[in-house]
């Protein structure tokens, strides 16, 4: 095997080598489930970010390595007879033919609007199937662990597909002038009541990117990035003129910044 093409089944074969209990690697021995998980998410943002940079030289790799991530996983359940590999692969098989009935099967569904509902229906029902004498929150199984501002996302979305939600976008913008008073209301008052409005505000925000079909994850990634690239022009015109940025004042920063948004706007252009 070890001469073989590269296949799924050498790759399946690999990992089995590296948690055999008497040759495989130490450190591949020492893991379980929740000590891959760090290596998973830090895996999911190198793709992020290979295809923000448009390195598909480097998404290539990367993706191997995500790729590892769940063949490692599937050892594990299969080690603990709990499932595998070919197990893991019928789930997603069935799920998303189950979820594409305008696909696989006769449904119509035309537009966005109607598949996404479909969508929304589907995984319903799949919580439903998980607890069907209980009676679950639709935001019950949104995971603690996502990033804030794609968790609000993803609430904000479950809550609009049972009709709570704002009706169109300058509604959620009034909601964003209401929240920021709110938070100007309380900036000289409790610390705690100042962080829960700004929290308000944030969370009124992402209403905002999602009526606009934005992903607020995305977009703070890009932003936070867009100021990186200038403010690395501001510190570069700061030592052009012999002096560390700490020794200029904010009024000739501001100019610095002024040179480099417009540098960068030329660049995008």
Known sequence: MLSDKASMDKLRWIMAQLRDPETGCPW??????????????????????????QDYTELEKELGDLLFQVVF???????????????????????????????????????????????????????????????LSILADIPQALPALSRANKIQKRCAHVGFDWDNIEQCFEKVEEEVAEVKAELNQSDERLAEELGDLMFAVVNVCRHAKQDPEALLRAANNKFIQRFETVEQLALETGKSIEQHNLETLESFWQVAKKRSQKQSN
């Open 28 to 53: 591949d021995l020492k893991q379980d489930f929740a000590s891959i998980v760090p290596h998973t998410i830090e895996e999911a943002y190198e793709v992020a970010e290979a295809i923000n940079q």
């Open 73 to 135: 996983y599937s050892q594990l359940g299969l080690e603990q007879k709990r499932f595998d590999f070919d197990s893991v692969v019928a789930a997603i098989c069935e799920k998303l033919i189950r979820r594409h009935p305008h696909v696989f099967a006769d449904e119509s569904l035309h537009t966005e609007a109607q598949i996404k509902a479909n969508w929304e229906n589907e995984k319903a029902k799949e919580r439903a199937s998980k607890s069907p004498n209980e009676d």
